[in-house]
């Protein structure tokens, strides 16, 4: 699927370059031939006043010659009189007397600039009827514009030629590109897939242990509820293992969809820390980990008690299935100037740079075995760092592979005084 969107993504790129291109050699094409025929235009009219300053002058030779500093210039030209006879001229090809002659002959002579023909070749004509000594004169000068059209024919072929080799060498680069491009695309539709079979992994497991015992329940209907705790303990284990999972999955989506609300209100800080370790530290004692905490009384914070409550619950739980048995895990709380800190220490496995890198994304394991085993989906971190963000802070990682990681939570510092005053008020109109 992936290749023949990499194929479809080239070949729109390459479709776009060379309209482009074409696009880019007509304008380029258009401005040098405006800007050349400008050129052209500008000099023949510079020319024109120059033989017409220099006409009066004694100095000037007669017919058939002209002045030194003309013969520099790549131009011809003629001068009628009133009698629409050539008073004086600069010629190589005599046929533009002939051409010359038709073109005062058609309409009545104008300044004006035109094309003409002779001999196959092309001139441009700058026509300029004046007056001198009480008679009329028309001037003709002419300019051969085949090395102008010469200098676009090959800087169009020059540009062709630029822009085929670079749509050949583009053409792999757009390809390689485009797969560069997909590939986060691609590891979120792999994550998605491989997050779709895990969750249906994880939600079988606990259906098909529900389903089962239920089984067993019928068959022993004659019995007493508490003789049959048992399997109606695992039903209700079952049970709660998929409220989580789907819980986890309800608060994806509404963090996806923008629709996840924050209850923002002061509370203890340093309360919700401590609960966090007294809720954990059964859990802790049965891997064989030692949970400790070092937490700043007193801290005062304005945001979410419980989404705050989940995050730092996650990390402490992330620690205590990363930690071995008989490690080391410690929740710390404290104040800096801009921020609280909240760190969760431990002495587990540790995170490579490429795991750091990955860790908070969605769906993403370290360790998928170690997950299997204690139900983890790869949700966890990432829900943390949804929360976290919320509350304008951010997540930092140290870790060290083999020798433990810190993941600190930084809250920035709120304001706290509104709401102190409006508990107060509140408190003293309950007095």
Not at 261 to 267: N, P, Q, R, T
Not at 312 to 321: M, P, T
Request: aromatic share 8%; hydrophobic share 40%; net charge neutral.
């Amino acid at each position: 699927m992936f290749k023949e969107i990499k194929r479809k993504i080239t070949m729109f790129n390459t479709i776009i370059l060379i309209i482009f291109m074409f696009i880019f050699i007509l304008l380029v094409g258009f401005l040098v031939k405006w800007s050349l025929n400008l050129s052209g235009e500008i000099y023949l009219t510079n020319v024109a006043k120059e033989i017409i300053q220099n006409d009066g002058d004694s100095d000037i030779p007669a017919i058939g010659s002209v002045d030194a500093v003309h013969d520099k210039f790549g131009y011809q030209f003629i001068q009628w009189d009133s009698s629409k006879v050539v008073k004086n001229m600069k010629i190589d090809d005599r046929n533009l007397i002939v051409v010359g002659y038709e073109l005062i002959n058609k309409e009545k002579p104008a300044s004006d600039f035109s094309m003409v023909l002779s001999d196959n070749l092309e001139y441009r004509v700058y026509t300029l009827p004046y007056f001198d000594n009480n008679i009329n004169y028309v001037l003709q000068v002419f300019q051969q514009v085949s090395t102008e059209r010469s200098i676009i024919a090959y800087m169009i072929s020059f540009l062709l030629l630029i822009g085929i080799g670079s749509i050949l060498v583009l053409i792999p680069i757009s390809y390689f590109l485009a797969g560069k491009s997909l590939l986060p695309i691609k590891e979120t539709f792999d994550n998605q897939k491989k997050f779709i079979a895990d969750a249906s992994h994880e939600l079988r497991t606990p259906l098909t242990v529900i389903q089962t015992n239920i089984e067993v329940l019928k068959l022993k209907e004659d019995e007493q509820i508490k003789d049959n705790m048992k399997w109606l303990n695992n039903i209700a284990s079952e049970s709660d293992t998929m409220a989580k999972l789907i819980s986890e999955l309800l608060l994806l989506a509404q963090a996806e969809n923008q629709q996840l609300i924050l209850e923002k209100d002061v509370f203890d800080l340093s309360s919700t820390c401590s609960l966090i370790v007294g809720l954990m530290t059964e859990i802790a004692n049965e891997k064989g980990i030692e949970l400790s905490e070092n937490i700043l009384p007193g801290i005062l914070y304005r945001g979410d008690e419980e989404r705050l409550k989940q995050a730092a619950r996650i990390l402490v739980d992330n620690a205590i299935k990363y930690t071995p048995k008989g490690g080391k895990v410690q929740l710390c709380l404290n104040q800096g100037k801009r921020n609280l800190v909240i760190e969760v220490k431990d002495t587990g496995i540790g995170l490579t740079d490429d795991e750091k890198a990955k860790v908070f994304s969605r769906f993403y394991r370290v360790d998928d075995a170690r997950n299997r085993e204690t139900g983890g989906v790869g949700l966890g971190l990432n829900i943390a760092d949804f929360i976290v963000k919320k509350h304008g802070g951010k997540i930092r990682i140290e870790s060290i592979p083999n020798k433990g990681s810190t993941f600190s939570i930084l809250l920035p510092r709120t304001s706290l005084k509104p709401e102190l005053k409006k508990n107060n008020h509140r408190a003293d109109s309950l007095k």
